[in-house]
């Protein structure tokens, strides 16, 4: 039933009812001691809500690209099953003409749980910033690190880990970028050709003059959460700045237990403050809150589900739990719909101009591969007797018995897509284009998209050859994949050895409430299938 058709009915009961419900409205009148006027609204309000339910409807905050605010509410159709969420689009039915919308998130606009905010549970007034986890996300790789925290994956895994142990201490947490540059346009994530200026560049340093409003590092590529922050600004700021900061974190990094500080604000408040980077909370997460995360059975846990949006039957749920493949399920799936990833609006408006170059369908269901060939899987060439996994065990992994007249739409994301053509390439091509795969399933037709070089600048409004307009490109390339493989019906993954592979499987869990899925678990994972190792990836952010 359409919105229109839906007001139709909405109408029509209404108006049948308010000729028949008279005598109703008098009795409530009567044993309530309301005006008709009043008894009548509340019978209004109890048939519309009774007509919502039937139909399958609820409301929906339809927002305006990158902001919550001004919204206006509409009537959209929930799934009465699985299959809406099984076969996503890159373009959410749910909210048309709101492209860029699609593009912000790695899960459909329609997925992310709107309400969350004010369902937290309540800090006392003025109480808010007394305990904070200040994150300094990793512009630059450390030499003393041995987490990789490099590349969109790495870096947006760590923002989750911190979020994760955030919530978990039940902490605001802060990001605190360098107001320096310490690498050339201010990010480790290049510079956009709109919101930069290359006058005054110099052509010893290659650094560009950025203005003062852009954001500088992790910040110029997501959105930070209010809900994280609960609105806090980086604490102490008269008697800290980023140099201290920096070398109380690490100070404190040496210590194998969780270092706090506390600074006085100028308000007279003190914050108690933990201080951390990339590579910290990956360290701190191992060695101090693995285990007390999958402690069974605890409070803690509950209280933490509650801390990262969830209902009260959820957190009881998630508290029941035993099984550690269940929880981090959980808070994959938790994290999903919080709203925790959000890019910034200059990046998905060119991850979609970028994806519209490789003319995948954006609103049609698809399937994806995500293709490693940059180094030897470790274990894989003992095992196989080759280095890298060949593309057709890919196929056999993907393979699917529902024979169709239409070829199947699979989208290739590899860090080499040359080499990954050319081993296409090698396959026969059937009267109506589409490739068949000898010794697969040879009933499947197949369409193959890959993605653009990650050096192309046909998706900017103008082209750069300098440095940090190429990172900016690679990193949009890397944001245009990941958004794909998450909105995916089916991802095949050679492994899980890689930090993209396993942010992408994060993205592709929810709750499982949907009705006749109950006896699946707590849980329902979009079709997700290793080629080779653990089918697990672990916990999120790792």
């Known amino acids: 039933m359409t919105g229109m058709s839906a007001m139709t009915s909405m109408t029509a009961l209404t108006s049948t009812t308010a000729m028949t419900a008279t005598p109703i409205i008098a009795a409530i009148s009567k044993h309530t001691g309301l005006p008709r006027k009043a008894a009548y609204v509340i019978m209004s309000v109890i048939l519309v809500s009774f007509l919502i339910w039937r139909e399958g409807y609820r409301i929906r905050v339809n927002v305006s690209s990158s902001t919550l605010l001004n919204f206006n509410i509409q009537d959209i159709p929930v799934p009465k099953n699985a299959d809406e969420y099984n076969k996503p689009r890159l373009l959410d039915a749910a909210w048309p003409g709101h492209d860029n919308v699609n593009f912000e998130t790695l899960v459909q606009p329609s997925e992310i749980d709107l309400m969350l905010q004010r369902r937290l549970p309540e800090i006392e007034e003025g109480h808010e910033c007394d305990d904070i986890l200040l994150y300094m996300p990793n512009q630059l790789q450390n030499d003393d690190d041995d987490v990789n925290v490099d590349g969109v994956a790495g870096q947006l895994n760590s923002y989750l880990m911190a979020a994760m142990l955030a919530t978990y201490t039940s902490k605001a947490m802060v ?163 919080s709203d925790v990833l959000r890019f910034q609006p200059w990046i998905a408006k060119d991850a979609r101009n970028f994806i519209r170059l490789s003319q995948l369908p954006m609103q049609v269901d698809y399937d994806a591969f995500h293709v490693r060939r940059d180094g030897n899987i470790q274990g894989y060439e003992e095992e196989a007797g080759v280095e890298v996994i060949p593309f057709q065990e890919y196929l056999k992994t993907w393979e699917r018995h529902d024979c169709s007249d239409k070829a199947r739409i699979i989208y290739i994301a590899s860090d080499d897509p040359g080499q990954i053509k050319e081993e296409i390439s090698k396959y026969p091509v059937g009267d109506a284009g589409n490739l068949i795969l000898p010794g697969v399933d040879e009933c499947h037709g197949l369409r193959f998209y890959l993605r653009e070089d990650s050096t192309s600048t046909e998706f900017m409004t103008k082209g750069s050859t300098s440095d940090c307009s190429i990172q900016y490109r690679r990193t949009i390339s890397s944001v245009a994949d990941l958004i794909i493989l998450s909105k995916s019906s089916t991802f095949i993954i050679g492994e899980f050895g890689s930090g993209f592979g396993r942010l992408v499987r994060t993205f592709r869990a929810a709750l499982n409430d949907f009705p006749g899925r109950e006896e699946e678990g707590p849980v329902l994972v979009r079709d997700t299938r290793v080629v080779w190792g653990k089918s697990h990836p672990g916990p999120p952010g790792m």
């Open 175 to 337: 990001v605190l970028e360098s107001k320096e540059d310490m690498v050339p346009g201010g990010s480790q994530f290049g510079c956009p050709s709109n919101p930069f200026s290359e006058a005054g560049k110099s052509s010893s340093s290659g650094r560009f003059n950025v203005k003062e409003d852009v954001p500088k590092g992790l910040s110029r590529l997501i959105q930070h959460s209010e809900w994280l922050s609960r609105g806090c600004s980086v604490p102490c700021q008269n008697n800290h700045d980023y140099e201290k900061w920096s070398n109380v974190r690490k100070k404190n990094g040496k210590s194998k237990f969780v270092q706090h500080t506390t600074c006085r604000n100028d308000s007279g408040w003190e914050s108690r403050v933990l201080v951390v980077d990339g590579a910290d909370v990956q360290r701190l997460f191992e060695n101090n809150f693995k285990g007390k995360m999958l402690h069974r059975p605890s409070p803690t846990a509950y209280n933490w589900a509650l801390r990262l949006g969830a209902k009260k039957y959820e957190a009881q749920t998630f508290a029941d739990l035993e099984d550690e493949e269940d929880i981090w399920d959980f808070v994959s799936a938790l994290l999903a719909r």
